[in-house]
């Protein structure tokens, strides 16, 4: 049985709608991921600042030192 030049078509538009919400659906998730991140690196950076005036708050300027050091090198003292 021959098909139709419309059928084609049609098939090939349905494909493309459904490829382009898989996309969409895709983009959303990997968008909210980097949202999800983007938070929680603040949060790390907001703990880190508290943890820095704290020690300078206790006048304990090696502690202090120590954690500028971990953060410089990248390491905040957590394992995510």
Same mark, same amino acid.
């Given at each position: 049985?021959?098909?139709?030049?419309?059928?084609?078509?049609?098939?090939?538009?349905?494909?493309?709608?459904?490829?382009?919400?898989? +996309?969409?659906? %895709?983009?959303?998730?990997?968008?909210?991921?980097?949202?999800?991140?983007?938070? #929680? $690196?603040?949060? &790390? !950076?907001?703990?880190? +600042?508290?943890? %820095?005036?704290?020690?300078?708050?206790?006048?304990?300027?090696?502690?202090?030192? #120590? $954690?500028?050091? &971990? !953060?410089?090198?990248?390491?905040?003292? %957590?394992?995510?």
């Amino acid at each position: 049985m021959k098909q139709c030049p419309w059928m084609i078509h049609a098939r090939a538009q349905d494909r493309a709608t459904l490829l382009a919400e898989v +996309r969409k659906t %895709r983009n959303k998730g990997v968008q909210r991921a980097h949202e999800r991140l983007f938070r #929680d $690196l603040a949060k &790390q !950076q907001e703990d880190d +600042r508290e943890r %820095r005036l704290e020690a300078l708050r206790a006048n304990d300027f090696e502690a202090y030192q #120590d $954690l500028l050091i &971990q !953060q410089q090198v990248g390491g905040s003292g %957590r394992d995510f």
